[in-house]
């Protein structure tokens, strides 16, 4: 079974995100360094597989950063840090 994975699939995902922040922005205060902030602070490695099996990973990184960049982004969670900065 192919999977989608990469940035080509993860770019369309995390401009959706970025809509559903700027959506609850009304008063367009949060700037682009802030909305990429809040999508870094609620990004998780939840359900990741992060270990070290398939290829090694440099002593100064870990196997996440390695692997998943910033980690797996999560609407719901920056959505409401949106909500909760534009108060």
């Known amino acids: 079974k192919e999977t ?11 401009a959706g995100v970025v809509a559903l922040i700027k ?23 939840e359900g990741l597989d992060t270990s070290q099996e398939s290829a090694p990973v440099p002593a100064n990184m870990s196997s996440e950063v ?3 960049g910033s980690g797996l982004v999560n609407a719901a969670a920056a959505v409401q840090a949106a909500q909760e900065a534009s108060r």
């Open 66 to 68: 390695y692997f998943f």
């Open 4 to 14: 989608a994975q990469g940035t080509s699939f993860a770019s369309p995902a995390v």
């Open 23 to 45: 959506a609850e922005d009304t008063s367009g205060q949060l700037t682009r360094e802030q909305v990429t902030q809040l999508l870094k602070q609620t990004a998780t490695y």
